[in-house]
């Protein structure tokens, strides 16, 4: 097969020309960006996607910094038979819609041997499972995150595989924990073990990206429709083309022409508008008052999942390691700071009411897609799972098992909730995430440090 592209015309003078076209030169002729993933062909995988059904399963991950209170997150009991905890308190109304997990770790968030670093750790841990190698340059590597593992096969069935949110931006250059790139503190989501996924922090940009307007949407409506004309032109031309050409190429032509049917159906997908509900307006700044910038994420993501728009979506609350205070509930001191509290009474009383503080914020979320309905009359919340947690339980001890955790929603199975659960201890928070795949289709999916999936039915 001849991959010159020079030698490929667009008006395909099929008289002239008999040998099958490669993809990659066509599209290099069509003026097809090869830059969206979403428009190429994606490799073979072990995982397989079950047919979708009326109401499709969301998954969400939300991530916050600098451990925890542990004494004070921790509700004590065990099964059905517990009681919140006084940081957990502002979710009592959710007890129904969640289950507390104890026992899951990310070991690979843990020195070993590369001494201080934990909050870099942390962060880049949480989704992959993975030990970030230790660089404050540019040789970055940490592992692939559940996330993206989802939007390589379950996010392919929307208009964006996955949606990526924080409210704190911070710098991926340099170093800002003991060594580790500042990539690592300020990032979940990893694309490649060498690339993490860029998360927006602008409602605005973030809402624009979702719904038009913004990064991947043409401003010129022309656009779109020049590129559709183009292929459809090269359709047409197909019985002429295996007509003289042998077998091995028509074989060629068929795989080519089935690539050209996927991108017309991932261009028609992105050219579709989305209904918004009545009343929703896009954002027009990044408010400067904390919590109505969460919340504003927080009905970003509700509103993505309503709309279809996309099914996996993850939001850090904060960079790892941050240092924000919280005036709204009269803390000026430093969170980061604080959570270095050395057994010091007023300090410890300050991170259990930041615990609090994300708590409340989080039952905001909850409240929110369960008020949503969805395909089915059912709510957002009950096809959706939600993991909310960080990848360090005491602040002061640094430590990454025992991690503070909650899995909110049904996964559109009617899966048990209202539990406190227990895990073995150090079991791989990985063997969470593997079961959470599997509630979307791809099944005996094993990544970083996981063995294999946890028992929540």
Sequence with gaps: MNHDSKNFSVSLDLSRRTNSISRRSALRALGVSLALPSLQIMGTTSASVSSNPISPVRLAWVFFPNGTNAERWFPKGAGKDWEFSPSLAPLAENRNDLNILKGLAQVNAQSLGDGPGDHAR??????TGAHPYKTEGAKIKAGRSVDQIAADVYGRSTR????????????DAGACDSGYACAYSNNISWRSE?????????????FQRLFGGGDGQSGDPRAHKVRKSILDFISEQRTHLESISGSEDRRKLEEYFASIREIEQRIAMFS???????????PTAKPENATEHIRLMYDLMVLAFQTDTTRLASFMLANEGSNRTFPMIEIKDGHHSLSHHENKIESIEKIAKIDTYYAE????????LKSTKDADGNSLLDSSLVVYGGCISDGNRHDHHNLPLILAGKGGRNLPTGRLLEFPEYTPMNNLFSTMLEHVG????VFGDGTGKVQLA
Excluded: C, D
């Design 160 to 171: 964006l595989a996955s949606l990526e949110l924080g409210t704190e931006q911070g710098r």
């Design 272 to 282: 579709t508008p989305v209904i918004l509900p009545a009343g929703i307006v896009e």
């Design 194 to 206: 060498h690339l993490p996924t860029a998360k927006e922090i602008n409602p605005q940009k973030a």
């Design 122 to 127: 942390s962060a880049a841990a949480f989704l």
């Design 361 to 368: 914020q989080f039952s905001y979320f909850l409240n929110k």
């Design 442 to 445: 791809m099944e005996n999916v």
